[in-house]
DNA sequence: AGGGTCATTTGATCCATATCAACACGCCGG
DNA sequence: CCGGCGTGTTGATATGGATCAAATGACCCT
């Protein structure tokens, strides 16, 4: 897989033509839909949004073990999840953010096995499952589509899986990122100065590292001149040198 | 994520029921279909199996890049996927054996995203793809069931995150001895005398650790009597022992 | 404004695993 | 039978990141 594959895919995205105006009005026709409906089916699909629903930030959008009936379209806002082990450490297994789905992990289980935990107040749509599952039938690009969007998450986490198992801290810290940033231009949202929505711990969690190495690999690239850190505020100034950092690899 | 269920769910399995003669008798309608089909339905299952084919020790189903057309019904045999990275260094992401599906990680991209590489010799029964597709649309369980695999195969990789994100190196090997266990346990071969099919290097690679520590690993188990090793072989003595290890995750 | 809590930074030390190195074993082809 | 190569084992050493520790700063609540 190239790299720059990997930072790509490393999101639930949805191409930005599929995206257009989707924090504005949201509902499943914009969110996560292909072009190429027909206006007749366009309307089908407004009716499966069932609700929208507010959670507030460190709210739980669904849990663990819960019965999994529907997935989310995210309106505004940004989640993480994360899963609890038996002995109580748990694991930030992914971020999302507006214009991402959310509750993939649940289908073909009958619930979720994960939590999703609102980072900030945030607002979501759902999409009753059986809904979307019945409408796949009838849609022919539906289904596709659909199935386009759960083999996203597949390649995303096998590009979890290499940050996790062949890289070193400062590699993952360039890599989540350049992945942020890709994934708010793809929103529409400005790549280059963002706020974090989540603590160094949060991001160690995903990261495979602890929080005091997060920070320290921020300072460095601060000292570094490739960005500047003001607690959750980033502004990446060199993103070439990022690039560099993780693409430099030891062989 | 109960830890029974994740190591459970770190294969990309089918039911037992669902696989009685797998691989005595290759086709999808025993391979990877749910019950409750009607004998019509079933028959239209049989006509999607396209060809079967022979994968000798060392060669590729299929290569990252190539066109996805089809998924693969492994008849017999065992595979690893692997990924390159651009600087040439490579991580195995999986593996597969008799009974299992491959190649779900094209799904959506139009092309395979990692190899495929049979670690002995094996053979395949290969599905394409458009007619799964076509098929899934006018038979209800279908459908459901191919979700079902999918989002198995996410939650493997979740469970793949925490081996490579939480777990420490002798855990991560005994995750590893129970879910080989449990796979062979599945497809109703002996779960505790095996033969490993791949190398110390291949494991270490999908674990996210060195040949050495995994051989060192290995050696330890043998030696506080949880399992004997010799070369691949491998038989377990003590499996309690085994899961108290993988279980014993320093809080 | 004052006090508590949580997030962050930075320094010092420790340790698990990587890395380097040497050797043993089995397998294959000559 | 020999030599070479791939694989595995084991020991010695190096090191990246974890852990422990302390201080600072941000934010919230009253």
Do not use: W
């Not at 539906?142 to 890289?167: C, P």
Request: a neutral charge; proline letters at 2%; glycine letters at 8%.
């Amino acid at each position: 897989m190239a790299r720059a594959e990997l930072l790509r895919q490393q999101s639930t995205h949805l191409a930005l033509a599929e995206l257009k105006a989707a924090c504005a009005n949201c509902n499943l026709r914009e969110i996560c839909l292909p072009a190429g409906l027909t206006t007749a089916e366009l309307d089908q699909l407004d009716t499966m949004v069932d609700v929208r629903r507010k959670i507030k930030r460190g709210e739980s959008l669904y849990r663990a073990g819960e019965p999994f009936d529907s997935i989310y379209a995210i309106r505004s806002g940004f989640f993480k999840a994360r899963v609890t082990y038996e002995d109580g450490r748990d694991q930030v297994t992914g971020f999302s953010m507006a214009g991402e789905i959310l509750g993939l992990d649940g289908i073909g289980q009958g619930k979720h096995n994960c939590d999703a935990v609102a980072l900030e107040d945030s607002e979501v749509c759902s999409i009753p499952y059986s809904r979307l599952e019945e409408l796949s039938r009838e849609i022919n690009g539906l289904q596709r589509h659909f199935h386009k969007v759960m083999s996203r998450e597949i390649v995303r986490e096998s590009g979890v899986m290499m940050l996790l198992g062949v890289m070193r801290a400062e590699e993952r810290i360039a890599a989540f990122l350049l992945n942020m940033s890709q994934r708010l231009a793809a929103r529409g949202y400005s790549p280059l100065e963002f706020h974090l929505r989540m603590t160094r711990e949060e991001i160690g969690s995903y990261l495979g590292l602890k929080l005091e190495t997060v920070s320290r690999a921020f300072s460095k690239f601060h000292n570094d001149g490739l960005i500047q850190v003001e607690q959750k505020f980033v502004r990446i100034v060199d993103i070439d040198g990022l690039k560099e950092v993780y693409a430099h690899h030891v062989s």
